[in-house]
């Protein structure tokens, strides 16, 4: 018990981001996601400088069992990740940013972050960006149908200000280590993400 529990508990290698060019959701699943995520708009709640809305139960189940996480999972060399995923969707509009952070390692510890809406401003767009050194940025402006899964909780990542109408909808998926995360759904999916 306590082996399994120190394996739980040491670190694991960060894992870099990793830019998924095309999401591999299958077609009625995507439709689904842009229909929950439309349907959650109405309950956004602020967090930080931007909107989140937590996904319906069902697209939670779906994602969990799909075969993209399914994908994601066997990614991480070193590790079994949970079944269960956290699922939120990210709004963000004109003006919005999210400062360079790492994630909750209680809440999850790898994301992926896959852009399902995706608005140009009339000036430079805006991205998501990785801290990997002291001096080593990774900026990704992500378009429609396009991810970038990495371990939130050892990267720090953030979001530039959106420029004037400009909007993003993003969908935030978590993952933990299985060990850690045989919690309620409830628990798991409170509203602070990514």
């Known amino acids: ?55 319906s139960d069902e697209i939670v189940q779906a994602l969990g069992t799909s075969d993209f996480a399914a994908s994601l999972r066997a990614s991480v060399i070193d590790g079994n990740l949970s079944r269960s995923v956290y699922a939120t969707y990210l709004y963000y509009r004109e003006g919005d940013w999210v400062p360079l952070h790492v994630d909750d390692w209680n809440i999850f510890e790898f994301s992926c972050l896959v852009c399902l809406e995706r608005t140009r401003g009339s000036s430079r767009p805006t991205a998501t960006y990785f801290l990997l050194g002291r001096e080593n940025v990774m900026a990704l402006d992500l378009n429609v149908g396009e991810a970038v899964w990495f371990h939130g909780v050892h990267i720090p990542h953030g979001r530039t200000p959106l420029s004037k109408g400009e909007s993003v909808v993003l969908l935030n998926l978590g993952f933990s280590s299985s060990g850690t995360t045989d919690r309620l759904y409830e628990e798991k999916n409170h509203h602070q993400a990514t």
């Open 1 to 55: 018990m306590v082996s399994a529990i120190a394996e739980m508990m040491a670190p694991r290698r960060a894992m870099e981001p990793e830019l998924i060019s095309e999401v591999a959701i299958d077609q009625m699943l995507w439709d689904a996601i842009q229909e929950d995520q439309i349907r959650a708009r109405r309950n956004v709640i602020p967090h930080g400088e931007r909107h989140i809305a937590r996904a």
